[in-house]
């Protein structure tokens, strides 16, 4: 009977740091800030880890005008100097996506969409 009492402690105090550690839970929100100089990303390409179902918020500054493009998502955004642009969307496809400047086809990023 004691060994029963200690293996449900265990389950009831650990059983929910073990789910959370596998990504157990629901959709969160992300939110990535993206700062472009002379048409390169600073601090250089980056990977943007999610899960399928969350949201994804990116915050873009350049200094120059271009157009950014999330490929696989087909989202694209105007940028102008000094103008903040944001693409927000909620990550339903899986994979890994690339993020550019479209014209110079220069890579900003990628996004990395695991199933929940």
């Given amino acids: 009977?004691?060994?029963?009492?200690?293996?449900a402690v265990f389950v009831a105090l650990f059983l929910p740091v073990v789910?959370?550690?596998?990504?157990?839970?629901?959709?969160?929100?992300h939110s990535f800030n993206i700062q472009l100089?002379?048409?390169?990303?600073?601090?250089?390409?980056?990977?943007?880890?999610v899960k399928q179902g969350d949201?994804?918020?990116?915050?873009?500054?350049s200094n120059s005008a271009g157009e950014v493009?999330?490929?696989?998502?087909d989202?694209?955004?105007?940028?102008?100097?000094?103008?903040?642009?944001v693409i927000s969307f909620t990550a339903n496809a899986t994979g890994r996506f690339l993020m550019e400047v479209e014209k110079t086809k220069v890579e900003i990023g990628f996004l990395e969409v695991q199933p929940r």
């Fill in 37 to 49: 100089r002379d048409g390169k990303p600073a601090g250089g390409t980056t990977t943007f880890r």
């Fill in 75 to 85: 989202l694209e955004a105007e940028m102008e100097p000094g103008k903040p642009v």
């Fill in 69 to 73: 493009h999330l490929h696989g998502y």
């Fill in 55 to 61: 949201t994804v918020t990116f915050n873009i500054t």
């Fill in 1 to 7: 009977m004691k060994s029963i009492k200690v293996a």
């Fill in 19 to 29: 789910l959370a550690a596998c990504g157990g839970g629901g959709p969160r929100e």
